[in-house]
Each structure stands twice: as structure tokens, then as C-alpha cells.
């Protein structure tokens, strides 16, 4: 048994991957040390970033599919949207509203006008748009829809699919800043049955707050924080239940220190001032920091337009461009670009038909997007058809499964069939060499 | 011979089920035993019920229905998810007939506002539920009811219906410490069950496994104890029928498969209670039962000692031999040498809930806010009427990882100073008086010895002594404040003893 105890100091001296020491170390770290021949403590400082990074970014109350890749080439769409409905590119501003963005002439498709910041990173060929995806019997509870997405199955019930495809494939304990949500609650995508995220809307919050009543409180609680277990239990012998609290707590500390310090630093481009955006910068400092982390969740709500939507959606559009352009940007800076794709996905589209309030009701398939330099840049997948409707919804074309197996086969380099539970046709959506 | 070398000598008999001797019936103990069968209690609770004794103690806590219960006469609504009535159904059908979008959009409207009001139901019965455990004079009952919540584990998104959860959660807690058969029997008539686990489409013509599988493997027997496929199959058709109207149970006759069935090596015409009793006679049953009481009671480290072992063994025979009644199991089980054994005390890791209600009733400090105490404890993973799947909580160390360390700390923080993470001080005009947790610890002359009031308070905030280092450090934090012993001084050290990893353990 070691006699000395893994303090604060030790910490220090030899980085971070020895603080929790095997145990919790991440899989995907320990893996890299495996690798390396020489110091093994080495291979997961900062700087040594090679693993690639899922962003998912989510759309919460049904993305108004429709208004988002607008379908211009077809009348039905103009028919079923009289007030709503966005003119093709060139076209005057009609409804207050102008015309769309060009996605590709012959499809006659168009992306909402608000959505230049999208575009030019389209342009720039760094975006897969995914058209009509769903899941058989769509379910249209904001709850439940959300659930059968975050979960990967049609019963929505179970552990997340990303919290599986960690518990998949890493062996043993939780990995700390496997997975990190920016908000107030967790995903129920990133929850596994050993893996848990980290979830926090500010990175100041993520700390013990009794520091703030006396300044005094703060010496003391990192003394009783950051001893660590004081040694190995002996090899076969069980890990009390006291040695695995502070193991844990140790954990919680480093981790805290290491976000609040990635998240103190001024990005290397310029954020817009709204929600996703100071999520997506939250996010990207942490990439540049080098953190560990393999997949982060972000999200955006409002999408639920039931009444007067042109200008709510608007809006809502201008924001998820700019960030997700910003985002793109600060990457390319940071030359962390090719590490790191973005999913933008919402629980369900809308209908089809405008309703009275000039807003639409809740909907089925909708499109996907897929950003970022390993993306086969492009429009995947037919435009749902507006005439061959299901109780007036679209029928999906592509199940978001399907989307997900490509993530984790082509991007996350998983087996996707033990992650999803199931066999899903990969439709390819990352480049060959990616 | 001593006392003590009897005890040993009883000890290695290998019967760690016997009664503690009453003599070490002492504060500590005391203090276990309301912890585990309670949400613990102040030190002047503690030191009455060392007063009652082991017998008496045990009684008090066990032989709750003599004492006060809080928060009974709760109006909530049954009605707000009612079924459409003919005329309304002959209303939607006519305006269908006509596209009459105007009258479709406002019955959907009229839904949509029905299911958020059964949300804001479901939230205020969150709060009902906490503020009951926080407020209850009968800590074992709703300590049972949430262990049977976990074990019978429902989720009200799945089902969506307030009401239901509501009923449900009666079924357990007045049965709570009764007959363990009773329980069974209720979860399969409980409309909410039925519905979490599909039995209201399970049919002669088309039988549906999920109620039968869960039935045996998570609620009675234990993944692959004595059961196989084919008592799953055949314990399904005996089920077949079972769903219910509105708020009731109804027993579907023409939907319920009558025939002969073969389940557990017993051959008959099977209904669903004769499936429940075929089940209880399987000695697997008791065991597993046992097993998981243990796990909640005694101690959820991964692995069991030899006496653990050798406990559950003796409790699942204490409550085959009283026909599954489970109050004089669990008295059997509280009063044990095994349950006070060192390696069993602080060897339970806090559920989010257990945390939240014992630092109130330990620690005596004020609500606050009963809505961010259910919001603190969705964060740590304790959403109440809302267990992660059907097998319920995992519990043990599933509750502690790097986020939810944080979340723990700054709700005791809440607790005992009303400030929050996002550094708002909401129900902070609620005065704490934390010096009663000291004030027995006045020597003769009335004064307060800095040095005994941490050791007092850290012992009992802890439940135990956290060693010499670290209660070193706790002293030396309240030298370096300087003067003598105030209220501020003492909610100071609160704070940072409840931000002790020892603080997760009960």
C-alpha cells in the first residue's frame, strides 16, 4: 500500500491524468497512454488533443422544418403557407420576409433568409444538410419526441445514446469530463448507466459556493477536498466507500479548475451577445484548452411557434447562423476545426399547414445539419414530399438512427449497432478519409 | 466471562442477526438507527431516543401509526385528465366529418392546456412529497414509501397522468410496512403500473411479457432466480385482462385468457393473483427481497461481508416466517448486532433525497424553498414520481460523480446559509439558530470551549469521528476566525463540514 497521500501538490507536479489515477482516469485517455512508450502521465496534457469532438446542439420545441430548408420550388408549399411561406432566392420580400438563401437551384430548396451565417459556412463546403429525418409512428409530445431522440429508441425509455456509446466503450469506472452540457440540467442523450455528464449553464457555478459567504472557507475546504484517497486498497480488495468519496471529490475539484480556467480566456474571435452563442464560446474555450471532453451538448428553446411565428423564427434562425458561424470561426483559429463536428437536430418539424394564428402546430420529420471540415458537404436525402402526407405531417425519408450510426461509425469510430441497439443503414455523411 | 467476549463468542456462532445488547444501545447508535430508518434528527432527538432504549427506540420508530403525520389533506385534482365524454368525442367526429379546423384546433387546445395542468400537478406533488418526508412525525413510513417507489419504480412521463402517480404512491406508503404480498397485488391492479409496463394492451389474442418479465425479475424473484422464459410466457397470459377506466382498476374479462397454465413447476387456470402467490412461495422471493432491504437499510457498498450475507439469509427467513409481513422483519433487522456493526456505520452513500431531508431534521436549519429542494434533487439525480427506468434508482455510488459533488454541497449550503449558486440569497430571511446544536456542550460556568464545539458538532454533523487530521483542520479554520463561539461561526463550520466527502455518508 503507497503511504503517501495524492495531494494537491503531487497533483500539480505531475498532471492531471494522475490526480484520480487509474480508476477514473478516462478510457480514452488511458488509451493514448497506452500508446506512449515514454512518460505514459504525459500523453493527456494539453496539447495533445487528437481525439475528435461531437457538438450537438439542440432545438428545443420543434424546428419548424419547412421555414428552415425552405422547399421554393413547389407550389404546395406556397398553398399550404400563404402567410408563412418564404419566397424563393431573388425573389421581393413578401410577408416582411425576404426571399430565401440559395441552397441548390435544382432542388429548388433554399435555406431561411436569417440563416446567412449557415450559409456562408455552406458555402464554404463545411455543412451536410440532412433533409427529412424522423422515426416511424412520430410521437408529438415535446416530452416524449425529445426523449425518443436523446434515448435512440422509439419506446424512449433507457439511458441516453451517447451515455451508452461511452458505456460502450470504455470499460470500468465513470469518466469525469467525458461529456459536458452547458444548461442547468443534463441531457438525458449523455446520461449512461456508468457514464454521468457534467452539466452547468456558467462555469462559475460549477464550484462550491460556500467560498462566497467568508473568503476564510476557502483554504480549509480544499485542505478537506483535494486530500484524495490516501493509497490503493490492495490489489483484489474493495475500495470503501470513504476512500471512493475522495477520490471523487479530488475529481470534482481538478475539474473544476480546469473548466474555470479554459473559460476565463478571451475567445480568439468575437461572439454575438445571445444564449447559444456564450454557450458555443463556453464550449470552444474548452476544446482550445485541450480538455478531454468528447462530446458537448448545447441548446437553444423557443422553437415551439404556434402563433405568429415569421418574426419569432426570425429571430430564432439569426441566432443559430451567427453562432454556429462563430463557433466555426473560433475553431479554424484555434485550428481545432477538423477535430470537431456540430449536430444540430429538434425533437420534431412542424406541420405542414400553416394554422389560424399564423404559426404552425407540432409536426414530424425535419431537417438535420451536420458542420465542420470531415462533413460531405452537401443536401442529403429527398425533401419529404408535401403532397403525400401523413394526418397532414411529413413522412421521413431518413431515420435520425441512421444519422446517428454515421456519427458514431465515421466520425466517433463506434461500432454503432451496440450503441443504438439496433441495425441502422450508415447513409455516409463524413467525407472518405475522415 | 465479560460481556464482551460473550458477544465476540455469540459472534463467531455466526449469528449476526441477534439482538445488539441493550448496554450499547448508545448516542452514536442512537444516531444510526434514526438515520436508517429515518432522515436522522437533532442531537436533543437523538438523545431521547437513547432514552427509550433499543426495544423502545426501535418500537417507536417501527410502530410509527401512533404519531403524527403532516401534509395529509392535500387537494389535488382527479379530474383533470378525465376521458372525453360522448358528447365531446361526437363533437371532434362531426368537425373531422366538416374540416372544421376551428373546432379541431380548439379541442387540441383544450387538451394541450389538460396535460399542462396534469405537469403542474405532477411538480406540486413533487413538492407535496418532499415537504411531507421534511415535515413527517413517522420517518420509516415515507422512508419505506420511497423505498417501494424505487423498487415498483413508475415514471410519470411514461404515463402522464398525475392522478395515477398520486394513487399510487397511496397504495405504497399504506402498505408500506405491511404485508409484502399486499403490495404486489396492489402494483398489479395500479392503473399507473399497468400502463408503465403495457399490461392495459396485454390480451388473450395478443399477450404482452413486459408486466410478467418485470414482475419476476425486478418486483419479486430477481433477474434469473427460479423462472424462465416460459414462466414469463405463461405468467403473461395469467395477467391478460388487467388494465383500467379513468381512475380504477378493471378487470377486462373477455380480454383475460382463462386457459390452463404452466408457472413455476405448478400446473392450473391461473389468474394474476394466483400468479402472485406461486411466486411468494418461491423461497428466492424472500431472498431477494431481503436483499434489497438490506441494501437500503444496513449497507450498499458493492460487496457484502460474510455477516451481510449470513443477515440477508436470516432476514428473508424472518419474513417467510411471518408470512411477508415486513414491519416485524425490519424490527428484527433494527435491533440486530449486524445493523450496528462498525462496518456498517456511514457505510451509505446519502440518496439526493435522504441528504436534503436529514440536513433539515439533523441540523434543524429552516426550508427555505421546497421548490429548489426538488429542483437540487432532480439535479443530483433523484427526480421523485420520475425513476430513471423501471429498475428504479441504482443507487449506492450511482449517486456521486464531479457535477453532482458540486450540487451537494451548495444545497447544504442553501440549507444552512439560504444562498444559492447563483448567488441570490432567496429564503434567507428565514433565520437559522444553529446554536442548539452546541448548547449542551456548556461546561459548568455556561461558556462553550471552542476546541469541544467542533469536535461536538463535526461528530454529530458526521455521524462519527472523521480522524485526528481532519478534525485538526476544522479546528484550526474556527482559531484563525478568532472570538468565541457564535451562531455565524457555527453556520461557518456547517458549511464546511457539510462540504466533507464524510458528510455523503449515512
Known amino acids: 500500500m503507497h503511504d503517501s497521500a495524492y495531494t494537491r501538490r503531487l497533483f500539480l507536479q505531475r498532471g492531471c491524468a494522475l490526480a484520480s489515477l487509474a480508476a477514473t482516469v478516462p478510457c480514452f485517455i488511458e488509451r493514448s497512454a497506452m500508446g506512449t512508450l515514454g512518460d505514459p502521465l504525459l500523453a493527456s496534457q494539453p496539447g495533445v488533443a487528437d481525439e475528435r469532438i461531437l457538438v450537438i446542439v439542440q432545438l428545443g420545441g420543434g424546428n419548424d422544418g419547412l421555414n428552415t430548408v425552405v422547399p421554393f420550388g413547389s407550389d404546395d408549399y406556397y398553398r399550404a403557407r400563404p402567410q408563412i411561406g418564404i419566397r424563393g432566392p431573388g425573389a421581393a420580400a413578401q410577408n416582411a420576409q425576404p426571399a430565401a438563401l440559395a441552397l441548390d437551384g435544382a432542388l429548388g430548396i433554399g435555406l431561411h ?55 460502450n466503450t470504455c470499460n470500468g469506472s465513470p469518466k469525469p469530463e467525458a461529456a459536458i452540457a452547458i444548461g442547468r440540467n443534463a441531457p438525458l442523450a449523455l446520461e449512461g448507466d456508468v457514464q454521468k455528464p457534467i452539466a452547468f449553464e456558467s462555469a462559475s457555478l460549477f464550484r462550491w459556493n460556500g467560498q462566497d459567504l467568508h473568503g476564510s472557507l476557502k483554504e480549509p475546504y480544499d485542505t478537506l477536498n483535494r486530500t484524495g484517497s490516501t493509497g ?29 480556467a479554459a473559460v476565463a480566456k478571451q475567445p480568439l474571435v468575437s461572439y454575438p451577445g445571445h444564449g447559444l452563442a456564450n454557450q458555443l464560446k463556453m464550449i470552444g474555450a474548452m476544446i482550445r484548452d485541450g480538455m478531454p471532453t468528447r462530446v458537448y451538448y448545447a441548446s437553444m428553446g423557443g422553437f415551439d411557434t404556434h402563433g405568429g411565428q415569421l418574426g419569432t423564427h426570425a429571430n430564432l434562425m439569426r441566432q443559430l447562423g451567427e453562432s454556429l458561424n462563430a463557433f466555426q470561426r473560433d475553431l479554424r483559429e484555434q485550428r481545432n476545426d477538423a477535430r470537431v463536428t456540430t449536430m444540430v437536430f429538434s425533437e420534431f418539424g412542424r406541420r405542414v399547414k400553416q394554422n389560424a394564428s399564423g404559426g ?19 443536401v442529403w436525402g429527398n425533401h419529404p414530399s408535401l403532397t403525400d402526407l401523413d394526418q397532414g405531417d411529413l413522412k421521413f425519408g431518413v431515420d435520425f438512427r441512421s444519422v446517428y450510426a454515421s456519427v458514431l461509425e ?22 472518405a478519409q475522415a | 466471562m465479560p460481556a464482551a467476549a460473550c458477544t465476540s463468542f455469540d459472534h463467531a456462532m455466526g449469528n449476526p442477526f441477534q439482538p445488539l445488547a441493550k448496554k450499547d444501545f448508545d448516542y452514536r447508535a442512537a444516531q444510526h438507527l434514526l438515520n ?55 363533437l371532434l367526429r362531426r368537425a373531422r366529418a366538416t374540416n372544421d379546423t376551428e373546432t379541431i384546433a380548439r379541442i387540441e387546445r383544450e387538451r394541450q392546456e389538460r396535460q399542462n395542468a396534469d405537469r403542474a400537478q405532477i411538480a406540486a406533488m413533487k413538492r407535496w412529497w418532499l415537504a411531507r418526508m421534511i415535515e413527517t412525525g413517522r420517518p420509516l413510513q415515507e422512508k419505506l414509501t420511497l423505498f417501494w417507489h424505487g423498487h415498483f419504480a413508475t415514471g410519470y412521463r411514461t404515463i402522464e397522468n398525475s392522478w395515477h402517480m398520486l394513487m399510487q404512491n397511496g397504495m405504497l406508503r399504506s402498505n408500506c410496512a405491511g404485508n409484502f404480498a399486499d403490495l404486489v397485488r396492489g402494483i398489479i391492479c395500479d392503473p399507473a403500473m399497468l400502463k408503465y409496463l403495457d399490461n392495459d394492451e396485454n390480451r ?64 392450473g387456470d391461473f389468474t394474476g393473483d394466483d400468479l402472485v402467490s406461486i411466486i411468494l412461495e418461491q423461497p428466492e422471493c424472500s431472498r431477494f427481497i431481503a436483499g434489497k432491504l438490506y441494501r437500503f437499510f444496513v449497507n450498499d457498498a458493492p460487496t457484502t461481508t460474510r455477516d451481510g450475507t449470513e443477515t440477508i439469509e436470516r432476514l428473508a427467513k424472518a419474513l417467510r416466517d411471518a408470512r411477508y409481513e415486513i414491519r416485524p422483519a425490519l424490527r428484527a433487522l433494527f435491533r440486530s448486532q449486524h445493523f450496528y456493526a462498525v462496518d456498517n456505520r456511514l457505510s451509505i452513500i446519502k440518496s439526493p433525497t435522504q441528504l436534503m431531508v436529514q440536513t433539515v431534521r439533523s441540523l434543524g436549519t429552516p426550508v427555505r424553498s421546497v421548490d429548489r429542494l426538488v429542483e437540487a434533487g432532480d439535479l443530483m439525480g433523484q427526480e421523485l414520481f420520475q425513476p430513471p427506468s423501471v429498475k428504479g434508482w441504482p443507487g449506492g455510488r450511482s449517486w456521486i460523480n464531479t457535477a453532482t459533488v458540486f450540487t451537494r454541497q451548495n444545497t447544504a449550503v442553501f440549507l444552512i446559509t439560504g444562498r444559492t ?64 463561539i457564535d451562531n455565524e461561526r457555527i453556520k461557518a463550520l456547517l458549511c464546511l463540514i457539510t462540504a466533507m466527502p464524510e458528510y455523503q455518508l449515512c
Request: a negative charge; proline letters at 4%.
Open chain 1, 410 to 431: 465515421d466520425w466517433m469510430q463506434a461500432p454503432s449497432e451496440k450503441v443504438l441497439r439496433g441495425r441502422f443503414a450508415n447513409p455516409k455523411l463524413f467525407k
Open chain 2, 421 to 484: 449558486t447563483r448567488g441570490n440569497t432567496a429564503g434567507s430571511a428565514d433565520a437559522y439558530d444553529a446554536m442548539h446544536l452546541v448548547e449542551h456542550l456548556r461546561d459548568a460556568a455556561g461558556t462553550l470551549d471552542p476546541r469541544e464545539c467542533v469536535r461536538g458538532l463535526a461528530s454529530f454533523a458526521l455521524g462519527g469521528d472523521p480522524g485526528r487530521a481532519r478534525m485538526a483542520e476544522l479546528e484550526s479554520y474556527l482559531g484563525s476566525l478568532g472570538g468565541g
Open chain 1, 360 to 378: 404552425t402546430d407540432h409536426g414530424t420529420a425535419a431537417p438535420m445539419f451536420l458542420v465542420g471540415t470531415a462533413v460531405k458537404p452537401g
Open chain 1, 113 to 167: 433568409p436569417s440563416l446567412a451565417g449557415l450559409k456562408e459556412l455552406y458555402d464554404e463546403g463545411l455543412v451536410s444538410v440532412v433533409q427529412g429525418v424522423g422515426y416511424p409512428n412520430p410521437n408529438r409530445s415535446h416530452f416524449t419526441s425529445m426523449d425518443i431522440w436523446q434515448t435512440g429508441r422509439l419506446d424512449a425509455k433507457g439511458s441516453g445514446w451517447v451515455g451508452r456509446y461511452f458505456d
Open chain 2, 36 to 90: 436508517r430508518a429515518g432522515f436522522g434528527g437533532t442531537p436533543a432527538q437523538v438523545r431521547a431516543l437513547v432514552e427509550l432504549g433499543l426495544d423502545g427506540a426501535v418500537e417507536y420508530l417501527v410502530d410509527f401509526k401512533g404519531e403524527r403525520v403532516s401534509n395529509e389533506g392535500v387537494d389535488f385534482r382527479s379530474d383533470i385528465l378525465r376521458a372525453q365524454t360522448s358528447e365531446e368525442r361526437e
Open chain 1, 232 to 260: 490503493f486498497p490492495a490489489d483484489g480488495a474493495a475500495e470503501t466507500q470513504k476512500a471512493f468519496l475522495m477520490r471523487t471529490a479530488l475529481d470534482a475539484q481538478v475539474s473544476s479548475d480546469r473548466i474555470r
Open chain 2, 204 to 267: 388473450k389474442s395478443s399477450p404482452n411479457e413486459n408486466l410478467a418479465r418485470e414482475l419476476m425479475e425486478l418486483f419479486t424473484l430477481g433477474e434469473g432466480n427460479g423462472y424462465g422464459e416460459r414462466d414469463i410466457k405463461e405468467g403473461a397470459r395469467a395477467l391478460t385482462g388487467r388494465t383500467f377506466r379513468d381512475n380504477a382498476y378493471f378487470f377486462d374479462r373477455a380480454q383475460h385468457d382463462a386457459g390452463g397454465k404452466q408457472i413455476l413447476r405448478r400446473s
